[in-house]
């Protein structure tokens, strides 16, 4: 695997680039829809490249889960069971460490929740009751889970996940991790930064000893832990940096709020090879996006486009006077006789054919077809900003882009 850096934006950490695998290039920055059990929910692979996606992320527990990673490898891997013949990402499986387990002890998630100095419902979900029992637990070797399907007992161990990320057969593969929740304490946190590390090296070894499943290389990426804490990003930093990995990833608990996102990533990537990937894992609101290519993230992924699409939500632009913080809620009776599309400036073929109106008579007669409509909008928009975003990096424009949708009063005011 190779990265070209195209462009670079004075002033900051952004840039632009050619993300070269063996299934084809990652125009970055981008977003990578999320394929969690091979599919980007109710959305072909057909309608996704004419959207303008370039890659997805894929679910490495879920599809050891169901269909399981040795039926995925008879049938050709991902890329021929999926019918998708383009870059692929797979996570390693240590995301489920923390949403099987202290996620669910500490009443955080990913989506609802994960800066619990902020309102959950603002993040487009609402996390578990805190207290819930756990389904994961972790020792030296790996995690122990219960599965969420059957209660069935499963090992996941560094090895264990090169092996299925073998099977699966994507680009990128992620080296096993422990991902911390936000309410961690600092020497809980370093504790399982330095377990990350000793799986690092367990999963480099993995992924050297193992032949590759498909006649195609797999590029190893290494995970920077560490929470929210300075001295532990930058120990983490400095110990994946040199490495050898293909390229490196962001992951655990960002803090509490997203100024100490923002913060975690001005201590980690001025810090990692200039002339590698970066990954930001599971984060991807549009405020996120801004912020993390400024800072020099490369690639994105994140559930919410289509869970907000499943609860009716639909992306709007800045300038929308029905927009709040980016959406709309075809749930709100507001909408019952609205004639405009979801977005009057979005070339979607959503936004082409249909009215809010019929949109929100779909979704509250829980018509299927309004969980497509809303998702394909929602992804388009998302690629279609991302699009935007990279061609203002190229053409030094992006600060400006930046105003117009984060601040956009300011903007106007400006002229």
């Known amino acids: 695997m190779r990265f070209d850096i195209e462009h670079r934006l004075s002033g900051t950490m952004a840039r632009t680039g050619l993300l070269h695998t063996p299934h084809g290039i990652i125009r970055t920055p981008t977003y990578l829809p999320v394929g969690t059990l091979a599919s980007v929910k109710s959305l072909t692979p057909e309608e ?28 050709g891997g991902l890329h021929r069971f999926m019918a998708w013949p383009h870059p692929i990402m797979t996570d390693s499986g240590g995301f489920q460490a923390f949403s099987l387990g202290y996620a669910i002890e500490h009443g955080v998630g990913k989506i609802g929740g994960v800066f619990p100095g902020e309102t959950p419902v603002a993040r487009g979900g609402r996390p578990t009751p805190a207290g819930s029992e756990k389904l994961a637990t972790i020792d030296e070797d790996g995690v122990s889970f219960r599965s969420h399907i059957d209660g069935t007992a499963l090992k996941l161990t560094p090895e264990g996940s090169i092996r299925i990320q073998r099977q699966l057969g994507a680009d990128i593969i992620l080296a096993f991790d422990e991902c911390t929740s936000p309410m961690s304490s600092y020497e809980y946190t370093r504790e399982a930064m330095h377990r990350t590390h000793r799986w690092a090296v367990r999963s480099q070894e993995a992924h050297d000893k193992l032949p ?36 490196f990833a962001i992951g655990g608990s960002l803090g509490k709020t997203k100024a100490d996102m923002h913060q975690v990533l001005d201590w980690v990537l001025p810090g990692l090879p ?58 709100n009776a507001r909408y019952k006789d609205d004639e405009l599309p979801l977005e009057p400036t979005c070339p979607c073929y959503t936004c082409g054919k249909f009215s809010r109106a019929y949109l929100r008579h779909l979704l509250m007669a829980e018509e299927l077809l309004s969980y497509r409509l809303i998702s394909y909008h929602n992804v388009h928009f998302i690629l279609a900003l991302m699009h935007d975003i990279r061609q203002s990096v190229a053409d030094g424009t992006f600060l400006q882009l930046k105003t117009r949708w984060l601040h956009p009063v300011a903007a106007e005011a400006a002229g």
Do not use: K, W
């Not at 490249?49 to 370039?54: F, P, Q, R």
């Not at 599809?63 to 995925?72: A, C, I, Q």
């Open 48 to 75: 996704l490249v004419d959207m303008g996606a370039d890659g997805m992320l894929a679910n490495t527990y879920h599809l050891f889960l169901r269909p399981g990673s040795d039926l995925v490898a008879r049938m």
């Open 274 to 331: 200039e002339g590698q990937a970066r990954h930001l894992l599971g984060i991807g609101e549009f405020d996120d996006l801004f912020e993390g290519v400024e800072r020099g993230v490369d690639t994105f992924d994140c559930v919410i486009p289509t869970r907000l699409a499943r609860t009716g939500q639909a992306y709007v632009c800045p300038e929308n006077p029905a927009g709040r913080r980016f959406r709309i809620n075809l749930r």
């Open 212 to 247: 590759f499943e498909f006649e195609y290389p797999q590029a190893l990426f290494g995970i920077i832990q560490g929470g929210e804490y300075r001295d532990l990003r930058e120990e983490a930093v400095e110990f994946m940096a040199h490495r050898g990995f293909g390229g």
